[in-house]
């Protein structure tokens, strides 16, 4: 009886394991801005092939001050004055236990581009952007 009672939990806790390393946080969420609190994009999260990517689908200020459709002016490369909205942020994570990790991230306002870490806690979503040993952590949150 007690063989089975600790196979029960053990068979608990490990599926409820395998559980959290199996979901990927697909589907839309909202970038916050941490000085006003504010609502400042939506990002489409999508995994394809087993590598997790992201791409802006939404603004709350899409023009500029010309009012013309806001750029990517600080990247480089093939995203060079791309436009923000359709532009892929999120690229190559892989699943490694309740994470997703080994990719990049790009930051649209200084078109740096960052190793990044995400994962899911309490119903949001923590991105972690590295730049050698220091990093930035962002919380968003589910979209509609």
Known sequence: ?????????????????????????????????????????EVQLSEQGGKLTGKITGLTEPNDKAGKPKTCTACKGED???????LVIVKDLKADGDRFKGGTILDPEDGKIYRAEIWTEDGKLKVRGY????????????GS
């Open 80 to 86: 060079e004055d791309r436009p923000i909205i359709g």
């Open 131 to 142: 730049l050698g040993v220091f990093y930035k952590t962002q919380t968003w949150v589910k």
């Open 1 to 41: 009886m007690r063989w089975t009672r600790g196979l029960m939990v053990l068979s608990v806790v490990f599926g409820a394991g395998l559980a959290a390393a199996a979901e990927a946080p697909v589907g839309t969420w909202k970038t916050i801005d941490e000085k006003t609190g504010k609502v400042v994009s």
